[in-house]
């Protein structure tokens, strides 16, 4: 995979694991989603991206397009610790 920041500086890397791709119908749009554990060239620690894709409600296939992500730069054990301690709070159930 390859994400070109809005500054220029660009990220290249493996996806080397990834989610099963989950569709949300909706009245006026369609969403897909899915994570990814990605470990950037060049760099020691993996990153995980939720991503989303988006197709106007009821499109093909072939409608879909990149919506948007957000990469998370922390190791999956920062990861973890961030997901309990939102959890220990009731914001993840």
């Known amino acids: 995979m ?3 920041y809005p500054g220029g ?3 290249e890397g493996t ?3 990834a989610t099963q791709v989950r569709v949300h119908l909706g ?3 369609d969403y897909a989603t899915r994570v990814e554990l990605i470990e ?3 760099k020691r620690s993996k990153h995980i991206r939720f991503a989303y894709y988006r197709r106007p409600a009821g499109g093909g296939d072939r409608d879909w397009t990149f ?3 957000y990469t998370w730069v922390f190791s999956v054990e ?3 610790r ?3 301690d939102a959890q220990e709070l009731g914001i993840l159930l």
């Open 27 to 29: 009245n006026s749009a």
């Open 40 to 42: 950037p060239d060049g």
């Open 9 to 11: 500086d660009q990220m």
């Open 82 to 84: 961030a997901i309990q």
């Open 67 to 69: 919506a948007s992500q």
């Open 78 to 80: 920062e990861t973890m």
């Open 15 to 17: 996806v080397i694991k």
């Open 2 to 4: 390859k994400f070109t």
